[in-house]
């Protein structure tokens, strides 16, 4: 098999399993917002566990084939006149430890359950704007800065193909958060400071008319004192 044939397969390979993680987890989450689909066949802990191990499957192999996709497509990348061989596997390695660096900070800062969205399948959770960690800086930094170890692979790796599919990798994902995350995150979300209150039904104001009619009741009901 020639290496173009290679090549051309690991992407489809690749761009097939960035879609199916954005589509699944995706419409998973919209569904379980709008019906609460899981939370209606299971308890929300079991529902939570069971989206939870197809959504980790799905975005395992999705990094794995991106994987495979740069080192299958290597020196497909000309840079010999724009940047030398040995710069461009350093440039690359230190935007991997970069977006590594913030992909894992920013997962610990979250925790593993909300890196899974575990407020979607809470009704009490609140989702209160996080501003430890990376989060005291950027607002977004898993799909922003911490996109940037894709492109330094695919840079060291010397891979056009890689670096094609880290540019659709990252436009997937933000589209995926406008679609997904962002809308329920503006329906739940709190003010940091504020505890979340349940939501209680307005009562009426007493008009002057209300009073008027009460007194004139009254005026009209005997009292005991006046009973023979």
């Not at 761009?15 to 989450?29: E, K, T």
């Not at 917002?33 to 299971?42: E, G, M, P």
Request: hydrophobic share 45%; glycine share 8%.
């Amino acid at each position: 098999m020639s290496a173009s044939l290679w090549a051309v397969l690991a992407l489809a390979y690749h761009l097939a399993s960035r879609l199916a993680y954005v589509l699944y987890v995706g419409l998973a989450l919209r569904r379980q917002a709008r019906t609460a689909y899981f939370t209606q066949h299971y308890d929300a802990e079991p529902a939570f566990r069971r989206f939870r191990r197809v959504a980790a499957t799905i975005m395992n192999n999705d990094g794995v084939s991106f994987v495979v996709l740069c080192v299958v497509t290597r020196d497909t990348l000309a840079l010999g006149g724009i940047l030398p061989r040995g710069l461009a596997i350093a440039v690359g390695a230190v935007l991997v430890l970069v977006g590594v660096g913030v992909k894992l900070w920013a997962g610990a800062t979250l925790g593993a359950r909300a890196y899974y969205w575990h407020n979607f399948f809470s009704a009490t959770e609140p989702v209160v704007a996080n501003t430890a960690g990376p989060y005291r800086f950027l607002r977004n930094p898993m799909y922003t800065v911490g996109y940037l170890h894709t492109y330094g692979l695919a840079l060291a790796t010397g891979s056009l193909f890689g670096l094609s599919a880290a540019l659709f990798d990252q436009a997937a994902i933000l589209v995926f958060y406008w679609w997904v995350e962002k809308p329920h995150f503006e329906r739940r979300s709190v003010a940091p400071s504020e505890p979340a209150q349940p939501r209680q039904t307005p009562q009426p104001r007493p008009s002057f008319l209300d009073s008027g009619a009460r007194a004139a009741q009254n005026e009209g009901s005997p009292s005991r004192s006046h009973r023979t």
